[in-house]
């Protein structure tokens, strides 16, 4: 297991949008977390790819985009284009699961696939040797600032002992903080989502810290 903290962008301050990939990147992340939400796969609306091609030019830190939207088939070439290193997609909105999959890695760009708290993580087993990336949405998704299920541990560790010996990465997205990152750390996965409970700290580079060094 690595150990990696990946801000979610969406909880930043975008009139000092440089400023804040700065911070978190001066603190020690390597990669930044891209919410996007189209007002009907989940209740909210966020960015599209214009956006995400023009914080591209900002900086060359791993971009994630995570596709809270339906139809991901539709859009996939778009976020790609944009500068998105991985594409996250979610199981409860594709229509075909290995089509997307392809879509994604024919461009070079590592696939992931996202799953919501109520979602069966062994129905990912088909696709074990296809993904990059397996996102357990811990909190429901459109959100943000909703508390942590605990029940998603169990998807967590599941996970982690179906992806065996392969390098596929697994993250956590939702209600992570400091009272919870912990038991999150030891089921063994590699990527924790940290909004709000990064960017709205008063130091960010100390709670990026604190977050990485919890036992």
Known sequence: ??????????????????????????????????????????????????????????????????????????????????????????????TDISRDINIIKKNNVLAGIAINPDTDPNLLKPYINQIDYILVMSVFPGFGGQSFILDTLETMKRLVELKEDREILIGVDGGVNLKTIAEVYRTGIDIVIVGS???????????????MNVS
């Open 197 to 211: 409970g990064l960017y709205k700290a008063d130091s960010i580079n100390d709670r990026f810290r604190d977050l």
């Open 1 to 94: 297991m690595t150990r990696n903290i990946s801000p979610s962008i969406l909880s930043a301050d975008f009139t000092n949008i440089r400023e804040q990939i700065d911070a978190v990147q001066n603190a020690g992340a390597t990669r930044l977390h891209i919410d996007v939400m189209d007002g009907h796969f989940v209740p909210n609306l966020t960015f599209g790819p214009f956006i995400i091609k023009q914080i591209r030019e900002l900086t060359n830190i791993h971009f994630e985009t995570h596709l809270m939207i339906e139809n991901p088939d539709q859009y996939l070439q778009k976020y790609i284009d944009a500068g998105s290193d991985t594409v996250i997609f979610h199981y409860e909105a594709s």
